[in-house]
Each structure stands twice: as structure tokens, then as C-alpha cells.
């Protein structure tokens, strides 16, 4: 054993054997996951002490049980593999094996007749131009890594970088004004240099001798400095400052603190062709929930952000943002059939929708699935080109994908257009269907997964720079792989194997969080702020009402109630909280459990995993004769108004609110409960688990140990009834989390300043040096994604 790492040369062979002896005992299944392993180390090693063994064990994320032989793949730190082959008739142990090996073994339980995967990815070669982040803690704080290097780089090699910046100083301007500097008069990095020096002795001259502010920008304008640095000469001065610590004395922050000063952005597109993407009667509909609001709520604070970034540049300009979607002309009840809508509560930010075309030009009519919507993709991304460049006369100054159509949107008009790319996954649907990789064949008709996954890698890997809206997202926890992680190695057997899919060590990820607009989340006791008739409406229909949009009939009102609101998808597990309450006795003497969303009727569904997951919760509620303790209430699309009421009502009741997700990506309606004050339950698996400061703002369970969730649940409930205390403090702690933490007007900021240092750094570097991977990127979209597509769609 030798080689291998300390901890495992002390784990005890006869051990290891039996505990392979046991788990044939326990399970037939070829696959065993974490989880699985996990619970059955908990059982084997009740009566023996070896924790090298459990630690091993706990670290693995997946062993393949052959008939003689097992694969295991042992996660040793973050992001960080090794795959080990056992044998333990023919006495190996720990056998090293390659990536290559290890997925030709998963593929063989698969494909047949001794079928090999031909073709391998590796996107790790084209990463040669950049830093990597070394330690696994610094994952997703990528800006401040790349600010210390290009910082280390200033002041070793300062003729190189001086020239760089001052370049990269020229290069602005907007609506054909230029920025910053007259390259006419300022020529140089070192005249720039000496012209900053002057500007700020002026600056102290002008203090001492009262001179007008008019000479002062007079003096600007002589010396070839245009609009940009400020909007007074306190400004000026300050900015200046900066970029003189920069040449002089270069440090990370000073250079991080100047770049995100430059007035680089005032044009910015987000993609998001899928779903029902609108303002009115959109939320509930398949496919359309938390990233609606997300970009609507984004788009608002940021166009402020903006704003208030250029006037403090002293630029006197309206700032634009535009967010594409696909266009539906049989519409419904929706506007989502107008080609151009103003986004509400902003002054220059627009919907702009453009179809989806077949294959012989004409106009797709309905909504159709994420799923199903690769084939349109790309004359989608040229149509919505020609529109965007009509809409700004000229290029935006920053690209955002959402979701992984919208990214690879994104990537496809970045790679035309020269300009910034900005990926965010909101979910990334590898993480969320068990073995979708290795059985991909066998849902390629429902999902398109071959498609999907394709279109992740390409644009996870073009992108300027990733936002996440947590650590998790990008490599998981200690112990459980992340979304993005989950991209390093897999493969599609018979299509492709993935060798090295996505540098997690790349400056590219930045955890930035979202928020809630605090005008329409906020606690419920600001009695003063909240429409009292809206209120009693709402709790009437949700208490009271009896009709068809309602099921369950509530014997006492009194209970405290135990609420959830979702769109129905097997995913957001609203079957599996009615489960939860069911199975407790206890619980459902304390409680009711009051569920919302937007149909309670299979006849008005058209999606089939929404079919089938209200056919569950009626034979749950069933199950465990629940029709006296639960209201379920079908109350449509709800307004972001009406909704806050929603839970500042459960607030009113001393109720709590569970989120009991199989996965969520982040969870934002974690955030809407705690900014109203509802003590929250949100699933530990996914972005809920860095919300939540578990048992303080809120408390975290496993929704599929059905017991234990049920049994946190009474527990407060029951420590509530004894002690309102109980109740009130983790309210205020929920509220508190997210006024310090989760709030736009942080997280556009940031947008903007990643924006900003990322563009410096692509025009310093990684433009010039991308284009080998831009090579790779064609292949790829060709051979596997392009021409995979229906011929006639």
C-alpha cells in the first residue's frame, strides 16, 4: 500500500474485506451512492473501531459492485479524486486506476458486447494561460485571486502592466464620446503618470488658493483627461489617488478599488429564452418560477446601480438593459406574445422577445419544454443579435446567460460580438436526476440531457466569469460533490467520456447572492407598510374559501400552520412534505399543513412530471386521511405583492415555512419567508444549507429521512407552544441574516465590479490567449451538439 495516502495505509484490510462482504448483504444494486455507503458504515461499524475506515468510506462517492470486483471513487479534498479498483479474492487492494479506466468500467455496466466509448473531452489543456487557485477554501472568490495576481504583476514587471493599463485606459467611451483620456495629448503610460502627479498638486493648490471649480476642469480638459474620472473634483481626486497607488505602489485592493471606478458599462443583455418569461400570470406555469424573479428583481436594483455609478463617474447618460426571451404567440393570459415590454419600476430596461423558428423558418406558436428547445437555439441567438445591436446601435457592453440555454446563448453571441460573458446556472440538471449521465440513451426522448450536458461545457468553460449564489454550487461540501464539480469527469456512454470538463480552480467563479427587494419582503409586524384589506382577502381565501381552486377543510384554524409554496415538480418534493406531515401523529395534532400553488387540478395541467406529482399528493393526502388538517390552495399566479403578504400572514399565525426539495439550487423563497419573519425549514441539500445558520436563522433537514424532517418539525412546534420565545427569536435571526447578507443593491455592486476586473483582464490576457480553446469550443458544438440536432424540428 505503499504510495497511497496515510490515511488509507492505516485502514485494516480485514475489514475493508467485510464490510465488502456486508454490503453484498444489503443490496444487489450495481451502483451505490454516498448516501448508501454512508448508512452502511453506520451499520457495519457499530461494534468495531476503525475510524480510517469510516472516514474512507464517508468519502466515497460511488462504488461499482461487479460480480468480483469494485470501483470506488474516493473524493481526498474538494474537487479532487482518486479511483481505486478491489479485488479482494485475488488479494488487491487499492489498485490505482486512471480516469479513462474508471469510466470505461461505469460505461461496461451499460453498453454491450464489449462496446468502448471512443471519443474523450479535456478542457483542462486550454487553461495553460491563466493562475489557478491552489487551495480548495478560495473556490468561488475568483476576483480577489485575479486582483492579487495582476496586482504581483504591477509590481514586478510595472513597464509591462503601466502599458497595459494605460492602454486599456484609452480604449473607452460611450455613445461616441470618449473616456477618460485623449490619447491626442496623453500618449503614454509615463506621461499619464506625470499628468495624474500634476492633477493632484493642482488639487492641493486649489484647495490652499480657493480656485473655481470650473479652472480645475479646464485644467482636466488641457492635459487630455475627458469625463469619467468623477462628477466633482473630490472625486477626481480620489480616483486619481487610486490610479496613482497603482503605478506607484500596487496592491490588490487599490487595483480592484480603481478598475471597478471605470465608467466601462452602460449596455448590458441578459438571455433567457425558456419558460413563460413575463410580469403578469406567468409564475406557476411550467418551467417558470424563481429565475423570472430573480432577473426581474436583478435588472430593477441593478439599472439604479448603474445609474448611480455613472453619475458618480460624471457621465450624464440613461443606461440600458435589455432581457431576451423567446416569444410566444399563443400567449394565454400572458404578455408574453409583445416583442418589446418595459420592465415595471425602471426607466430604460426592457423585455425583448424573439421567436423560436423551425427548421423551415416558421414561427413556433406554443410554449414548449427546457428540454426540448436545443433545436431553436441557434437561430434564436442570430435573430436576438440583430435585435440587440438595433436596440443599443451597437454592441452591449456585458452578455448574461441564464440557465443553460441561456448560456449557451451567451456564449454563441460573445464569441461573434468580442464581449464580456457572464454565466449563471441557476440549476444545473446533472446534480438533480440520478445517473442521467450514464443513462442518458434511455432518457434522451424525454430530457436531452446528451444535449444539455454538451451545452454546460461549452459554456461553462467560455464564459469571462461565473456567478454562483453559493459555495456549494461550484464544489459542494466536505463531504458531498458540488453542481459545477459534478461537470469534472463523467461520461455518456457511446457518445463521449468527460476527462477534465470544467477548471473549478479557474478565477472565473464568484459566489454573489441574491436578495429580495426589501419594498416588498419585510417583517411582518411593520403593520404601517401592509394593505390590511389584502390581508384579510388572502386569508380568507386560504382559510376559508370553498370552491374548486380549493381541497381540505381545515377541523381547527387554531393550529399553528406548517406552510409551503412551490410550482409542482418532483424536485421541489411538495408530495414528499405532505409525507412528512402525514407520518407524524404528534405533529398533526399541533399542526396543519397548508400548501400553495398556483392549479390543484389535473385537468389544467399540461406537463407530465406535474401530472403525476398531483396525482401523489392526493393519494398522500389520502394515505393518511389528511383531509381535515390540510388546505391546498390553488390561487394562481401570484403577484410579488400578494405573495409577501402570503407569508407575512403565516408570520401573523406564528406560523413556519418548509422548503423540503429533493435539490435547490439557492432558494429564494427561503429568503422571502425569513425577510417576513417565518422561522424556516429548508432542505440541506443545495444553497438553503449557507442561508441558514442551522438552528439560529432557521433549522435544515433531509427531506428524504422522512422521520427525522417530521421530528425537527414537532420538535419547535412543540418548544413553540411551551415558549413563544422560541418562535420570535429565530424570526428575528431570519430577518437579520437577510438584511446583513442577501440584498441587491450588494450583489449588483459586485455585478458590476466583476464585470469591470474581468474586462481588464481579458484585455490584458485571456482574449488572445482563449483562442485555442475557442477552437476546441467549435469542434465540439459541431460534432456534438450541432449535428445531433432533428434535421426538421
Request: proline share 4%; aromatic share 14%.
Given at each position: 500500500m505503499s504510495g497511497l495516502p496515510i490515511e488509507i495505509q492505516k485502514i485494516k484490510n480485514e475489514l475493508l474485506i467485510a464490510f465488502f462482504i456486508f454490503i453484498r448483504t444489503k443490496t444487489n444494486n450495481v451502483f451505490i451512492l454516498r448516501n448508501d455507503l454512508a448508512k452502511y458504515i453506520k451499520e457495519f461499524s457499530k461494534d468495531k473501531q476503525d475510524s480510517y475506515l469510516v472516514k474512507f468510506i464517508y468519502n466515497l462517492q460511488e462504488m461499482i459492485m461487479l460480480e468480483q470486483e469494485y470501483i470506488a471513487v474516493y473524493r481526498y479534498d474538494i474537487a479532487k479524486y482518486h479511483f481505486y479498483r478491489f479485488v479482494p479474492e485475488q488479494d488487491i487492494l487499492f489498485e490505482n486506476i486512471s480516469i479513462d479506466k474508471y469510466l470505461d468500467w461505469r460505461d461496461s455496466i451499460v453498453l454491450k458486447n464489449g462496446e468502448k466509448t471512443k471519443l474523450t473531452l479535456d478542457f483542462m489543456p486550454f487553461y495553460d494561460y491563466s493562475p489557478s487557485i491552489k487551495d480548495s477554501n478560495d473556490l468561488g472568490n475568483g476576483i480577489k485571486f485575479l486582483s492579487k495576481y495582476m496586482s504581483s504583476n504591477f509590481f514586478?514587471?510595472?513597464?509591462?502592466?503601466?502599458?497595459?493599463?494605460?492602454?486599456?485606459?484609452?480604449?473607452?467611451?460611450?455613445?461616441?464620446?470618449?473616456?477618460?483620456?485623449?490619447?491626442?495629448?496623453?500618449?503614454?503610460?509615463?506621461?499619464?503618470?506625470?499628468?495624474?502627479?500634476?492633477?493632484?498638486?493642482?488639487?492641493?493648490?486649489q484647495a490652499n488658493e480657493q480656485s473655481t471649480d470650473s479652472q480645475f476642469w479646464d485644467e482636466m480638459d488641457s492635459l487630455g483627461f475627458r469625463m469619467g474620472w468623477g462628477n466633482s473634483p473630490e472625486r477626481v481626486k480620489d480616483t486619481m489617488m487610486l490610479l496613482s497607488d497603482c503605478f506607484n505602489a500596487p496592491d490588490s485592493d487599490k487595483l480592484d478599488m480603481f478598475i471597478s471606478r471605470i465608467p466601462m458599462i452602460s449596455k448590458i443583455v441578459l438571455f433567457s429564452p425558456h419558460g413563460w418569461f413575463g410580469q403578469k400570470n406567468v409564475l406557476g406555469k411550467p418551467d417558470t418560477g424563481g429565475q423570472v424573479v430573480y432577473i426581474l428583481d436583478k435588472v430593477r436594483y441593478l439599472e439604479q446601480t448603474l445609474?448611480?455609478?455613472?453619475?458618480?463617474?460624471g457621465i450624464s447618460i440613461i443606461p440600458k438593459i435589455l432581457v431576451v426571451t423567446r416569444l410566444i404567440p399563443n400567449a394565454g393570459d400572458t404578455d408574453c406574445n409583445v416583442p418589446k415590454e418595459k420592465i415595471e419600476n425602471t426607466e430604460n430596461s426592457w423585455i425583448i422577445r424573439v421567436p423560436f423558428r423551425h427548421s423551415n423558418g416558421d414561427i413556433h406558436q406554443e410554449w414548449i419544454s427546457r428540454f426540448h428547445?436545443?433545436?431553436?437555439?441557434e437561430t434564436f441567438a442570430q435573430e436576438a443579435k440583430e435585435t440587440v445591436l438595433k436596440e443599443f446601435n451597437g454592441n452591449p457592453n456585458l452578455i448574461v446567460g441564464n440557465y443553460s440555454d441561456g448560456n449557451l446563448v451567451a456564449t454563441m453571441l460573445s464569441k461573434e460580438l468580442g464581449v464580456m460573458q457572464c454565466n449563471i446556472a441557476h440549476a444545473l440538471e446533472k446534480s438533480k436526476y440520478l445517473f442521467s449521465d450514464l443513462y442518458w440513451q434511455d432518457m434522451e426522448n424525454d430530457y436531452n440531457f446528451s444535449l444539455q450536458y454538451t451545452a454546460d461545457l461549452l459554456s461553462m468553460n467560455m464564459a469571462s466569469f461565473i456567478i454562483t449564489s453559493s459555495f456549494q454550487e461550484i464544489a459542494g461540501t466536505a463531504q458531498e460533490q458540488g453542481q459545477y464539480e459534478s461537470y469534472l469527469?463523467?461520461?455518456?456512454?457511446?457518445?463521449?467520456?468527460?476527462?477534465?470538463g470544467v477548471n473549478l480552480f479557474h478565477p472565473k467563479f464568484n459566489i454573489v447572492p441574491p436578495g429580495v427587494p426589501d419594498d416588498t419582503f419585510f417583517p411582518y409586524y411593520e403593520q404601517e407598510r401592509r394593505d390590511h384589506a389584502e390581508r384579510d382577502e388572502l386569508n380568507k381565501i386560504i382559510f376559508d374559501n370553498k370552491d374548486e381552486s380549493t381541497y381540505g377543510e381545515l377541523e381547527d384554524k387554531k393550529r399553528v400552520p406548517i406552510f409551503s409554496l412551490a410550482r409542482i415538480d418532483k424536485v421541489k418534493n411538495l408530495s414528499g412534505l405532505i409525507e412528512i406531515f402525514g407520518v407524524n401523529k404528534e405533529l398533526r395534532k399541533k399542526a396543519n399543513l397548508i400548501i400553495i400553488t398556483d392549479k390543484i387540478s389535473l385537468e389544467i395541467s399540461k406537463d407530465e412530471e406535474e401530472k403525476n406529482e398531483i396525482v401523489r399528493m392526493y393519494e398522500l393526502i389520502k394515505k393518511y386521511n389528511l383531509y381535515k388538517n390540510i388546505r391546498w390552495v390553488g390561487i394562481g399566479a401570484l403577484s410579488r405583492k400578494r405573495l409577501a403578504e402570503v407569508y407575512r400572514l403565516m408570520a401573523d399565525r406564528k406560523g413556519v415555512f418548509v422548503q423540503p426539495a429533493l435539490f435547490e439550487a439557492f432558494g429564494l423563497t427561503i429568503l422571502e419567508s425569513m425577510s417576513s419573519g417565518v422561522p424556516t425549514f429548508g432542505t440541506r441539500f443545495g444553497g438553503p444549507s449557507e442561508i441558514i445558520k442551522d438552528g439560529l436563522s432557521g433549522i435544515l433537514i433531509n427531506p428524504t429521512n422522512i422521520t427525522e424532517s417530521a421530528g425537527k418539525i414537532n420538535s419547535f412546534i412543540t418548544a413553540v407552544i411551551k415558549d413563544e420565545k422560541v418562535w420570535n427569536q429565530m424570526s428575528e435571526e431570519g430577518i437579520?441574516?437577510?438584511?446583513?447578507?442577501?440584498?441587491?443593491?450588494l450583489y449588483t455592486t459586485k455585478l458590476l465590479s466583476l464585470t469591470r476586473i474581468y474586462g481588464f483582464w481579458k484585455f490584458t490576457v485571456s482574449d488572445k490567449a482563449k483562442q485555442k480553446m475557442w477552437l476546441y469550443y467549435d469542434v465540439v458544438f459541431d460534432d456534438l451538439f450541432r449535428k445531433r440536432l432533428p434535421k426538421e424540428y
Open positions: 514586478q514587471n510595472p513597464n509591462k502592466w503601466n502599458y497595459l493599463l494605460f492602454e486599456f485606459l484609452s480604449l473607452h467611451s460611450i455613445e461616441d464620446q470618449q473616456l477618460l483620456l485623449d490619447s491626442k495629448i496623453i500618449k503614454n503610460s509615463n506621461q499619464l503618470m506625470s499628468s495624474v502627479r500634476f492633477i493632484l498638486d493642482f488639487l492641493e493648490h445609474k448611480n455609478s455613472l453619475h458618480q463617474a428547445i436545443w433545436p431553436f437555439l469527469t463523467y461520461s455518456l456512454p457511446g457518445l463521449y467520456h468527460v476527462r477534465n437579520k441574516r437577510v438584511e446583513e447578507s442577501f440584498n441587491w443593491n
